[in-house]
């Protein structure tokens, strides 16, 4: 194992262990999604990232992480439904959201393209 997987791994036990009796603490399930997602675990990731999205239904960083870990799972309707989402609820770094291989799978969509114009 290297250290970057070791690290993964005592991320993914800590975050899930604070989580265990509290499904509702954010604060470890926002880091818990990502080290899920680095570790190559997308669905576990998306349960998570839907999870987030029902107890912060007005964020946008919140909607960008489901659109991402939506669009890393092939599911690219949910996935810019969830960037529309974003968009509307605020989140800004577009150029970040132009480069993220996470969306990779929505570059050649007619809509995506739209949502990039209209941000341009």
């Known amino acids: 194992m290297t250290r970057k997987s070791d690290r993964i791994d005592f991320e993914i036990a800590f975050y899930e262990s604070l989580v265990k009796d509290k499904e509702d603490f954010v604060d470890a399930l926002i880091p818990l ?67 993220d291989p996470d969306l990779k799978s929505l570059h050649k969509m007619p809509e995506f393209k739209k949502i990039l114009a209209s941000i341009e």
């Open 33 to 99: 999604a990502h080290a899920y997602t680095e570790k190559g675990w997308f669905e576990k990731g998306l349960e998570i990232d839907r999870r987030l999205a029902r107890l912060l239904k007005d964020d946008g960083i919140v909607h960008y992480n489901l659109a991402c870990s939506l669009a890393l799972l092939g599911k690219s309707r949910e996935a810019l439904r969830a960037l529309r989402r974003a968009l509307v609820l605020g989140y800004e770094d577009f150029e970040h959201l132009k480069q």
